[in-house]
């Protein structure tokens, strides 16, 4: 299963954490890395300095924040392999897997077992088979030969092991059959629970000999502890756990993380959104009654089925999920069902109901087309909250006060799950949509807003990806949280049509245009914002000629008394910004570092096979060996429990070319040959051992630490072939480059829709092209906590009577504006239309940032000088020889 970018950029976050905590310990390497710049941008606020777990500077201990729907657990199961090379430095690590629940445990575990499961196939592509998964309750299950020798991975709740008096608790009760796994374990071990004076009785010995528990077991060989949904697991009771259990590190996985947990890394639900694994934005409506928001709920499902008839990108039947009332309250899931069969004539054999009493979804695939029933309806009051996951769900409706519930969150979170992880044409499949019954639309807003932040969205990205139903919500901005985006402007026209016209007419609606039929009868357009011409005569097309002339004559009054409200994007303007090109071998490609290494073989067979002293050194010592690794002393010991694997190796097995073997395993690249990997690496080693004379015996305990700076040498390489690739295309003599309108990126309505805003309210932008409520949100603040430089900096563009409109591009927005540079993307910071029709693409930075720019103003340049003259490129700095920003971006004009 391909990670995704998010999912690669947090893994490889932990990794460099893991790999510098091996060095400069745990808390020197966390405040380096949340520290730097766009490392503190991301986390906003969660990062800050390191809080060690019970005080233990040396157990490497963090989160990483990831919304509902971003793939904790794919991710867990790739980060073990992450711990083991970087960190832990064993073969095959000891894996204690917990979770918040049994329902979650059973499913985990299951999963893992499963060879077919991705979760278990990423284990499988680091450690190979066997491997060796056990739910908790089975540990009786484990050999003594397993150990050291396959993956071990124990999954079990966070409630097995959180208890306060350790008797009579199954995995720290004394048990006869774990004996062979302590018969080189001194009875009287430091740090493992003793048998005390109850259990003494019982089996015989000494109260101060060690229990052969499974506790005690992960105790002795250090397991690396995963803990899912960490919010959960946060009490002082849980740390004493982690205490027992002795964890080598301990790295947790939550949407919603506690303040001393230490996050590493978050995602960002706008980045879910762009690698289209979450519905967003949330569409909502709000009902007086519960029957208005049932009717509401059948009528959107029935309107998203049209849509999927004509979605050939993969089967979806959307299904509604219905969260009904506790027993003895007004609408239950009884009273539900029989509502949904009498007043709404709903196939019985459509709906299911999952609660922990009834169970109808047991054994039915959702996703099959042929299933019998083809289920349309769920029912549930909170038993779907565990595991449960359909990315057919689409409509969250709530009969219950979502407000005061614990696990409308939970619900919610199934809806928004992306079918196929796949963009649909049709903009409605691209939504999620939740139906609530409230006295105003403010209320629902709000308590839909609470429970998405729940689930992991930071607070202006919840309100950003919240809009109303035009038919059952309201954009009246005293009725929303505040500042909010400008109100929407809306007009209702009233037509008579035949259902076959109407339908019709439904198929033909853009995504800002609703067309309705109420009980009584009345058809009704509904036109929300600002549309073009043909989106209308697209509607009208399918009308009889009376309604089409009349939804004319109100759009276009409409449209005249609202005009002046609209932004450009609003009104329908488009742009251009020209893409950078360049003739590589005879083809005309898309300027992208990584494309250009395609057609630039590199090898290792000519790279140096040499490691210097002052790279890499190993010296015995007395009691183990201590390592010199680019100037940074580490000590391994032979009781380390990182060595414990090698311990139990015959030294008469050793030989170079099982060295070799080993740290290929390691030192794997995709873009290397296994053949010319392994020759390297054998010269490589042959050099360590004869040339410098390192003893094989010291090679083969520190091989983990070796490979990592193998891996860093070919990583090295690479980038230096890349680099190279990347100058040859673009900037050598001979070089070909041009821009091209045609690839070009193109600005429009909506591009930066889920994106945070601006939110201030001391200034409007008046020349924003999205509009003065769109302006994405901008980067850094002042110390004093007021606006920082990059707000300035578009105050001062916003004021140039030079430009017509401009927009803040948004990095790794996958529609913004972006140039090339060695190691990925540059992303300017404003593009801009002049009134004279060139383009200004302005890459802003503070005097801090500077120094690190040169490469992106070279290819800013190189953008410039090849558009012939439609295009200007400006690096702007706070000021450069007393001019401002503004006297910078004129110089340049």
Not at 249 to 275: D, M, Y
Request: glycine content about 6%.
């Amino acid at each position: 299963m391909q990670l995704k970018t998010y999912q690669r950029e947090t893994l490889g976050t932990l990794r460099r954490f893991l790999r510098d905590a091996r060095v400069r310990g745990p808390k020197a390497a966390y405040e380096a890395i949340t520290s730097e710049p766009d490392q503190a941008r991301r986390l906003r606020g969660y990062g800050g300095s390191y809080t060690p777990l019970l005080g233990d500077e040396e157990l490497p201990y963090v989160c990483l924040r990831l919304p509902t729907g971003g793939g904790k657990t794919i991710l867990a199961a790739h980060s073990i392999a992450a711990a083991a090379e970087d960190y832990i430095g064993q073969e095959f690590p000891m894996v204690l897997w917990l979770v918040p629940s049994t329902t979650i445990r059973k499913q985990t575990a299951e999963a893992l077992q499963n060879p077919r499961h991705p979760y278990r196939k990423a284990l499988s592509e680091h450690f190979g088979e066997p491997l060796r998964v056990f739910d908790m309750s089975d540990f009786l299950r484990l050999r003594p030969h397993d150990i050291g020798r396959h993956l071990c991975v124990f999954v079990g709740t966070i409630q097995n092991l959180r208890v306060s008096n350790t008797d009579g608790r199954k995995v720290y009760d004394h048990q006869e059959d774990l004996e062979p796994f302590f018969t080189k374990v001194p009875k009287r071990a430091k740090g493992l629970e003793p048998l005390g004076e109850d259990l003494t009785k019982k089996v015989g010995g000494d109260p101060a000999d060690i229990r052969y528990s499974f506790a005690n077991l992960m105790h002795l060989h250090r397991p690396l502890m995963i803990v899912d949904e960490a919010h959960k697991a946060v009490t002082g009771l849980s740390r004493e756990m982690q205490s027992r259990v002795n964890p080598a590190a301990v790295i947790e996985f939550t949407a919603t993380p506690q303040k001393k947990s230490n996050i590493l890394h978050a995602v960002s639900a706008l980045e879910l959104k762009n690698e289209q694994m979450i519905k967003l934005p949330v569409q909502l409506g709000e009902h007086q009654t519960w029957q208005g928001a049932v009717t509401a709920a059948i009528a959107k499902r029935a309107e998203l089925a049209e849509e999927a008839e004509k979605d050939r990108e993969g089967y979806i039947r959307p299904i509604v999920l219905f969260q009904a009332q506790d027993k003895g309250q007004e609408v239950t899931v009884e009273v539900l069902k029989q509502h949904l069969i009498d007043v709404h004539r709903v196939d019985e054999s459509s709906i299911a109901i999952a609660t922990g009493e009834q169970r109808e979804l047991d054994g039915i695939d959702l996703f099959d087309p042929n299933a019998d029933p083809l289920i349309e309806y769920v029912i549930t009051k909170e038993a779907l909250k565990e595991g449960w996951d359909c990315s057919f769900a689409y409509v969250f409706c709530s009969v219950a006060n979502i407000k005061s519930s614990t696990d409308a969150e939970q619900l919610l979170g199934r809806v928004l799950r992306m079918p196929y992880a796949t963009r649909r044409k049709s903009p409605k499949l691209n939504k999620a949509y939740a139906n609530l019954v409230s006295k105003s639309f403010a209320e629902a807003a709000t308590a839909l807003r609470d429970r998405l932040v729940d689930m992991g969205f930071e607070e202006t990205e919840a309100e950003e990806n919240i809009e109303a139903d035009p038919q059952f919500g309201s954009d009246d901005p005293d009725d929303l949280w505040a500042p909010r985006r400008r109100p929407k402007p809306s007009v209702r026209i009233e037509i008579e049509a035949s259902d076959e016209e109407l339908s019709n007419a439904r198929e033909a609606a853009s995504d800002n245009i609703a067309v309705t039929k109420d009980d009584d009868g009345k058809a009704t357009i509904v036109v929300t914002g600002f549309v073009r011409d043909e989106e209308i005569e697209q509607v009208a097309a399918a009308l009889p000629q009376a309604a089409a002339d009349r939804i004319r004559e109100d759009v276009a009054k409409y449209n005249a008394e609202h005009a002046h409200k609209a932004s450009p994007a609003e009104k329908g303007e488009e742009f251009v910004v020209p893409a950078l090109m360049a003739h590589v071998q005879g083809d005309l490609v898309f300027a992208d570092s990584e494309r250009f290494a395609e057609y630039f073989d590199w090898s290792l067979k000519d790279a140096p096979v040499q490691l210097g002293k002052d790279e890499f050194d190993v010296n015995a010592t007395e009691d183990g060996f201590e390592i010199d690794l680019d100037g940074n002393n580490l000590t391994l010991k032979p009781t380390d429990q990182s060595d414990q694997l090698l311990l139990d190796i015959e030294v008469d097995g050793w030989s170079e070319a099982s060295l070799v073997r080993l740290l290929a395993k390691q030192v794997r690249a995709d873009d290397v040959p296994a053949s010319e990997m392994l020759a390297w690496l054998s010269s490589v080693v042959q050099h360590l051992t004869g040339t410098r004379g390192l003893p094989l015996a010291a090679l083969m305990r520190c091989r983990f630490i070796l490979a990592r700076k193998l891996k860093d040498k070919v990583d090295a390489l690479r980038k230096a072939a890349r680099e190279n690739a990347y100058q040859t295309c673009l900037f050598a003599p001979d070089a070909e480059v041009e821009v091209s309108f045609d690839e070009g990126f193109r600005f429009f309505d909506g591009m930066f829709d889920g994106v945070p805003s601006y939110r201030g309210t001391k200034y409007t932008f008046a020349k924003h092209f999205l509009g003065p409520d769109r302006v994405p949100r901008f980067d850094g603040k002042g110390e004093d906590g007021a606006e920082g430089e990059e707000f300035k900096a578009a105050q001062l563009i916003d004021a140039m009577p030079e430009i017509e409109y401009w927009v803040r591009n948004v990095s790794q927005h996958p529609n913004a504006f972006r140039l090339p540079v060695a190691g990925g993307w540059t992303y300017p910071d404003f593009v801009a239309k002049l009134k004279d029709e060139r383009l200004l693409v302005v890459e802003y930075k503070g005097s801090h940032l500077v120094a690190d720019s040169a490469e992106k103003r070279a290819v800013g340049d190189l953008w410039q000088a090849r558009s012939g003259g439609d295009g200007v490129y400006v690096f702007a700095e706070k000021a450069v020889d007393g001019k401002g920003v503004r006297e910078q971006i004129r110089a340049q004009l």
